[in-house]
């Protein structure tokens, strides 16, 4: 539940500078000289060598921008996390398929491409036979292509590419540990991996990856060069604040592991709790003081949008959910966090909830830290959970490339 670099686009300026070249020269309009021939013309590309640079600049800014996937913001940030430190090593429970690799070491001296899929979908399938056929139609034959199925699928993901006749060399990561050091989650996403052993890039197009695949190529090994290792954290971990609140109606497990996160639907929209704290309000929509907590937890919400990420879960079927919220004029505009149906109650017999509400606070590392009445959380309880977590965020992102766990967390949702 953790944790966690686009290229810029250009104005619109650039774009129609970029394209005047190529209008008709009937459609231009004709130059005109200037009165005194020894005064260079301003925007003379031959007296402005300058800004003839520049404009070639910004054209090949342009064009390298179009080589980034567009990934949601959290898939990004996690990718980015391990650029230029060396790329995990590959697990040992992770299974090898097609002649792929027993380790990342064995790859050394050449370019590498890791490409996440999932055999199970289209998109998946689609997305590792992209990239391959990129690669051969630019007759990159020097570059090391393997596909690395996600933990969703990875079951039959043997059989799929057999009966697909894919024979590219392949990585099973059926308990998600290559991913999450990866920071790879659902979207297919590639990884292009330099001659030394260090990732340089991440999440691009099949375009993108021939052209920063050729960049790599062209750059020397140097077998005395070690790949860059991410500097070691020796400190201790955060001490978070200890709380001795009493509370009753639920088990007490601050200090211990959480549950894994698991719901039956979003209401209102799925959040994105990537390095926050989580908070998580026990309610129903049948339950006056529940009801009566709804303004605080908006505050909480808003206070802290950056730090905390609010869920309200009720036990509620959908059909007496709606009941209760047409009853109780509880519209989505009445909500400033996320609330979710799980009558499934995984959670709840998690913390053997008898009576609601009640609130639990679980940080990044996935540790109980906070219980009780969501309207006993006051702003001084949430600073120091908000300072613990942040410091807790920081160590992580500096120890691993990508450490967030996400698909711990987020695999049974």
């Known amino acids: 539940m953790s944790t966690t670099r686009s290229l810029s686009t250009l104005v619109l300026a650039a774009a129609l500078l970029a394209a005047w070249p190529t209008l008709s020269a009937q459609a231009r309009p004709t130059p005109v000289p200037p009165n ?37 913001k959290a ?18 429970s992770c299974e090898r398929l097609a002649g792929a690799p027993a380790s990342m070491q064995d790859l050394r001296g050449k370019v590498v491409v890791l490409q996440t899929f999932n055999a199970k979908t289209a998109a998946g399938m689609n997305a590792l036979k992209k990239s391959a056929d990129a690669l051969q139609a630019a007759h990159l034959s020097e ?55 260090d990732m340089k890039y991440a999440g691009l197009t099949p375009d993108g990856l021939v052209g920063l695949s050729k960049e790599l190529l062209a750059k020397a090994y140097e077998d005395t060069v ?7 954290v020796t400190e201790s971990a955060p001490d978070f604040p200890t709380f001795n609140n009493r509370f009753e109606g639920a088990a007490d497990l601050r200090g211990k592991e959480g549950p894994a996160f698991k719901v039956d639907q979003w209401w209102n929209g799925q959040p994105d709790p990537t390095n926050k704290l989580i908070v998580i309000d026990f309610w129903a ?25 609010c869920v309200g879960v009720t036990n509620e079927s959908s059909a007496a959910f709606d009941k209760g919220v047409l009853k109780e004029n509880l519209g ?10 799980a009558p499934g109650q995984e959670m709840y017999n998690f913390f053997s909830v008898r009576s609601i509400p009640h609130a639990v606070i679980i940080s990044s590392d996935g540790m109980v830290r906070w219980q009780g009445h969501p309207m006993e959380l006051d702003d001084n309880a949430v600073s120091q959970l908000i300072t613990a977590n942040r ?23």
């Open 285 to 309: 929509t049948w339950c006056p003081p529940c009801r009566a907590a709804i303004p605080h937890m908006n505050d909480l919400a808003k206070a802290y949008p950056n730090d905390v990420c």
């Open 332 to 341: 989505k505009s009445k909500f400033a966090y996320a609330v979710a149906l």
């Open 143 to 197: 570059v090391v292509f393997i596909g690395v199925q996600i933990p969703e699928g990875a079951d039959i993901a043997q059989k799929l590419l057999e009966r697909a006749n894919i024979k590219t060399p392949c990585i099973l990561d059926a308990s998600g540990e290559f991913c999450n050091a990866l920071g790879a989650f659902k979207a297919p996403v590639n990884f292009v991996i330099d001659r030394q052993g």
């Open 36 to 72: 005194d021939a020894s005064t260079p013309r301003k925007d003379s590309p031959s007296k402005s060598p300058r800004g003839a640079a520049d404009r070639a600049t910004k054209e090949a800014a342009r064009e390298r921008a179009k080589w980034n996937l567009k990934l949601d």
């Open 75 to 92: 898939d990004r940030a996690e990718c980015d996390k391990g650029l230029n430190f060396a790329a995990p090593a590959i697990p040992e």
């Open 391 to 413: 410091l807790l965020v920081a160590k992580t992102s500096l120890s691993s490339p990508a450490a967030t766990g996400r698909w711990k967390q987020k695999a049974a949702t």
């Open 226 to 232: 070690p790949s860059t290792d991410r500097p070691k």
